[in-house]
């Protein structure tokens, strides 16, 4: 608590000087801004309802999330080369040095990083002519502590700096016992940003060069928010007679025994302070424009963090005869919980982009050169089963304890890329967008193989299999804009990418005999403007193949057994996307977003074998979810986004409507359609002050949603025994009042 009194007083002093530029005070129309509108706005991917502090929000694109969400990139490189263990928002945050955010769609996110989905591109004030200053105080009902703040300006010789902090203590939304859980368990997170820039001119042209450093100290108890309630089979949940879900806590403790890889010891760990994340970030930015137009600009990062993960993941829930604290026999529901965590790993990247371009004719192109190198030693993970009791504050059940779950990789990655694009006006009525990578990618360093695996020696003493593998990844974009009248017109694109594997793929102990995915998509529609609204419609189509991932596969016979196998299947998606935005009279702003998809998965079967020591717990299971539509996509999306301007003050909503979601692999149980809302007010006093307030999940809906954990082997049968089950699963925020206050100069 102290350490928390010091930082809030250090950040108090510090705002008297600077305000921020809060992510989602603009509210800007959340829109597909393909051909009628400029891309490049933040499209309110921060309006994030499944958590305050995790980032952006997932952009829909037909295939399921990342377990990383939606990339963001900060100064036009990755924040973390890998999300697994160092997620993005350990090292990166929306702050009051953020002067800059744009959203790149799947062609330029796919030709300018590689990767898969829109990207969130955030960029940094590097430094101002002129001295100014910014500062943010935000805080909710349940009592938020952030702070964000920044100044910048020059000195005499010209040369310009820009100085940041961010401070965010987070309790969630739920009180928790203060025995044995901190009450800021839901983020605690510290950024100190600072840069100096330094223009120059040279014979043929300007330029600039600019030294950018972050440091980021990141903790937190609960990267998914679990709840138990009793599911129905139209897909509701109801709550339990005593358990409010969002208000009572669901976590039983903070600390934790383990067997230590490295020792083979049960030793004790604690979840918010052994498995935070501290990092350190170097950005070495270079702009060059020439006299003859041509562009030439470089980022050179070199990034270093130690960085842990802790994830609890919620299994079956079971009624059970067992030993209360006070050496009763209880009958009751107990929770099994399989908690993974990762200790602090050394991880260091050396990342770079040079880029030379220039507008000439009709031409506007540009030639990039990536150079990645990752490297992650000797990550770990300690695993360990246990029991719960089913209620608010739950507690843990003495002896309830299985240990030995360990997962291990080690090495370097390294990815080398050129890439090059080209905006094209062929005529006054046509314009392409072209571009393509090239990208060589390699895999050197060493898992544990269970079949090689030795009992009785402590876990990382084991025998090491080595990884080599070598890639050649490929991606193109195209797309295309018609206007066949004034107002009218067609619009096309395509898009190929490729997608080889990681390191995190070996950690599971299983040869995952990796292969490239292949991913094209491609969508045609049409367009239509006119002064009171303008209109997109399109048809869309992506496919993934070779998707790899663990999967926890629950044994039918014990609750408690979990097997995690890497599997490999396909997802398919057609869909159909209407886009409106409208300003019916003045000052006022709509935007619609309708979309339709049918999901699939494809080539997904196999069986699944569960080795129990146990008389009776051996299992073998066959699965087959060909067809099946993927779990946690709803098939109908609707957004709405009104917003106001009255004088100095703003009002502004976002409505998102998630149709049903199936929330296991074999679609025999689903969760009901939901909203997730947001609305907000900005009065801004005068041109310095603006105060604000906002809400989240104004409806108050539960927002069950995710998988229904150990249910994805159940058939069509099995799910009809579920009426009234209690379950457990994740949950949107419940309603959550905001208000922050802002002040710059």
Request: with cysteine; hydrophobic share 35%; proline share 3%.
């Amino acid at each position: 608590m102290k350490k928390l009194v010091t930082n809030i007083a250090l950040l108090a002093a510090f705002a008297t000087l600077c305000i921020s530029v809060n992510a989602q005070d603009k509210a800007k129309s959340d829109t597909t801004k393909v051909a009628v509108a400029e891309k490049g706005s933040d499209r309110n991917v921060m309006l994030n309802a499944a958590s305050a502090n995790a980032g952006p929000r997932n952009v829909n694109i037909g295939l399921p999330a990342s377990v990383g969400g939606t990339t963001v990139l900060e100064n036009d490189l990755p924040v973390v080369y890998f999300f697994w263990p160092e997620m993005p928002y350990k090292s990166w945050r929306m702050d009051g040095m953020t002067n800059g955010v744009k959203l790149l769609d799947l062609g330029q996110t796919a030709i300018n990083i590689g990767d898969v989905g829109f990207s969130v591109g955030t960029y940094n004030n590097l430094g101002t002519d002129k001295f100014q200053g910014n500062v943010s105080l935000n805080s909710n009902h349940f009592g938020l502590l952030n702070g964000t703040a920044n100044v910048s300006g020059s000195f005499k010789n010209g040369l310009k700096y820009s100085v940041g902090a961010f401070v965010n203590y987070d309790p969630g939304t739920y009180k928790v016992s203060k025995n044995n859980i901190d009450r800021y368990l839901n983020d605690q997170t510290q950024l100190y940003k600072v840069a100096l820039t330094k223009d120059y001119a040279f014979g043929s042209g300007t330029g600039s060069f600019s030294v950018f450093y972050k440091y980021a100290d990141s903790k937190s108890m609960t990267m998914q928010q679990y709840a138990p309630y009793k599911y129905h089979l139209d897909g509701s949940v109801s709550e339990l007679d005593d358990f409010k879900i969002g208000g009572d806590n669901y976590i039983a403790s903070q600390k934790f025994t383990v067997m230590d890889a490295s020792t083979g010891q049960i030793v004790e760990r604690d979840a918010l302070d052994d498995y935070g994340s501290r990092s350190h970030t170097v950005d070495l930015i270079g702009k060059n424009k020439f006299n003859n137009g041509l562009n030439f600009n470089y980022i050179i990062r070199l990034h270093s963090a130690k960085s842990g993960l802790y994830l609890p993941i919620m299994t079956g829930i079971q009624e059970e005869t067992y030993t209360d604290a006070n050496g009763n026999q209880t009958t009751g529901y107990l929770q099994g919980v399989m908690a993974l965590a990762s200790k602090k790993t050394p991880i260091k990247s050396l990342t770079s982009l040079f880029e030379v371009g220039k507008k000439s004719g009709n031409h506007d192109w540009k030639i990039g050169l990536n150079q990645w190198i990752y490297d992650i030693d000797k990550f770990t993970t300690e695993g360990v089963n246990y029991k719960q009791t089913v209620e608010a504050n739950p507690k843990r059940i003495n002896g309830s304890e299985y240990y030995g779950m360990a997962e291990y990789h080690n090495g370097t990655e390294n990815k080398t890329a050129i890439f090059v694009t080209d905006k094209w006006d062929v005529s006054n009525v046509i314009t392409l967008n072209a571009g393509a990578r090239l990208e060589y990618q390699s895999l050197r360093g060493d898992f544990i193989n269970n079949d090689d695996k030795v009992e009785g020696i402590p876990y990382l003493d084991n025998k090491k299999t080595d990884i080599n593998k070598d890639w050649f990844n490929k991606a193109f974009m195209i797309s295309g804009v018609y206007k066949m009248t004034k107002n009218l017109g067609l619009l096309g694109e395509a898009t190929y990418n490729e997608q080889a594997g990681h390191l995190e793929n070996y950690s599971a102990g299983n040869e995952p005999n990796l292969k490239k995915s292949k991913i094209p998509g491609a969508g045609f529609g049409v367009f239509y403007n006119h002064p009171l609204f303008s209109v997109v419609s399109k048809a869309t189509y992506i496919k993934r193949d070779e998707y790899r991932s663990t999967v926890n596969f629950t044994n039918p016979n014990d609750v408690n057994h979990v097997e995690r196998p890497t599997v490999s299947y396909d997802i398919e998606t057609i869909g159909w996307t209407t886009d409106v935005m409208a300003t019916p009279f003045k000052n006022f702003n709509l935007h619609v977003l309708f979309t339709l998809q049918a999901p699939k998965y494809k080539n997904y079967s196999g069986t699944v074998n569960f080795v129990n020591k146990a008389p009776g717990k051996n299992a073998s299971v066959d699965y087959n979810f060909n067809d099946n539509t993927v779990t946690g996509v709803s098939k109908m999306l609707i957004e709405i986004d009104p917003s106001y301007q009255w004088d100095k003050v703003r009002i502004w909503a976002s409505a998102r409507y998630f149709s049903k979601e199936y929330a296991n692999l074999t679609n025999s149980l689903s969760f009901k359609g939901r909203w997730e809302t947001f609305a907000g007010l900005n009065y801004n006093v005068n041109k310095n002050l603006e105060i604000t307030a906002s809400a989240v999940n104004l409806l108050n809906q539960r927002g069950a949603q995710g998988t229904i954990s150990g249910a994805d082997l159940y058939t069509a049968d099995e799910a009809k025994n579920m009426e009234g089950a209690i379950l457990s699963g994740t949950y949107i925020r419940p309603f959550t009042v905001e208000f922050g206050l802002k002040y710059k100069f």
